[in-house]
């Protein structure tokens, strides 16, 4: 792709003003690594590749409603506004000796014209520079502080760099960048990346939210309270990290920043694709469901299968 005539545009706030996690993993990482490696990613080496990829008819974007396609991990295009957005695009079969273990729902080359793309923070699962240069068609990208150089030279013809509660317009959407309890390091040592979830509304009042990566925390409230949520988009897996931190939900805490949201629907995601955490693969959404079903809430959890649009 040809580079663009990017322009960077930034807040100016302090990067650090969200919740930086400790980075050094918890006593008994040694013991957690061996079982993640010997249970979970070398047994992934020799087991196919599942599901299917598919090329859907997505239509044009209808102002009045929310079009979700999920293409796994924490991708999707969703449609809203008359507006093909993508978050957090990943389309790679390898994260390092990671091994994908779902194909993507829909490929790269099938995806509608996309208008805007979102990027929670810089983690290689969320943010894969070569699906990015694929993607990237002189549309503008919106990233957290200190994330707007890794894509300012994939093909975006303007990077909007964000902090926590800040927000911006794109055509006539309007874009809020929300806290997480995660953190944003691409690599080791490079902590002052920023990292969070996105709200999106649309002219005609409908909104979504994408948490991003997070564990659960007590902010979940206040940013319901900021916005009446039609659909949160909430990780659910890599619940079992091998460092010990916290630093993603389980099902049932992902089901209680639900109703902390005050969100109509949720639909799950950060599980299957990758074998990220201890658990086992098809845990995190059966546990999903059962949850959902205690809680009174099986009527607005719904579980997306990658590559089939669905409208709310």
């Known amino acids: 792709m040809r580079e663009s005539g990017m ?20 006593s008994g990482w040694r013991q957690r690594n061996i079982d993640y490696f010997g249970n979970r990613v070398f047994p992934s080496l020799l087991s196919p590749r599942e599901g299917q ?16 396609t999920w293409i ?29 273990m779902r194909h993507p729902g829909v490929s790269l080359f099938d995806l509608p014209p996309i208008d805007l793309v979102l990027i929670s923070h810089a983690h290689h699962d969320h943010l894969h520079k ?3 240069n694929i993607i990237a068609n002189n549309q503008p990208v919106v990233v957290p502080e200190g994330v707007g150089k890794i894509v300012q030279r994939c093909g975006f013809s303007d990077v909007i760099e964000m902090n926590h509660w800040e927000q911006t317009t794109v055509d006539d959407l309007l874009i809020t960048f929300t806290p997480a309890q995660h953190w944003g390091a691409r690599y ?18 409908r909104s979504l939210y994408h948490c991003g990566d ?9 940013i319901g309270e900021h916005s009446s949520i039609d659909l949160a988009l909430l990780p659910i897996g890599a619940y079992e990290a091998p460092s010990g931190r916290e630093v993603h939900m389980n099902p049932e805490e992902a089901l209680r920043a639900f109703e902390e949201l005050g969100a109509l629907h949720m639909c799950p995601m950060h599980y299957g694709s990758f074998p990220l955490g201890r658990e086992p693969m098809d845990e995190p959404v059966l546990r999903l469901e059962q949850g959902a079903i205690e809680r009174g809430l099986a009527e607005r959890v719904r579980v997306l299968t990658e590559g089939h649009p669905t409208h709310f």
């Open 53 to 68: 990829t598919f090329a859907p008819d997505f239509g044009s974007p209808d102002i009045d409603v929310i079009g979700v």
């Open 130 to 132: 070569r699906s990015l």
């Open 188 to 205: 080791v040592h490079d902590t002052h990346r920023g990292f969070g979830g996105f709200i999106v509304t649309s002219t005609a009042g």
């Open 214 to 222: 997070s564990a659960y925390f007590d902010g979940f409230q206040q």
């Open 7 to 26: 322009r960077l545009r930034s807040g100016g706030l302090d990067a650090q003003n969200g919740l930086q996690v400790g980075l050094l993993p918890k």
């Open 72 to 100: 796994g991990h924490a991708t999707f295009v969703v449609q809203m506004g008359g507006k093909n957005i993508l978050i957090d695009p990943n389309w790679a079969n390898w994260l390092g000796i990671i091994k994908r």
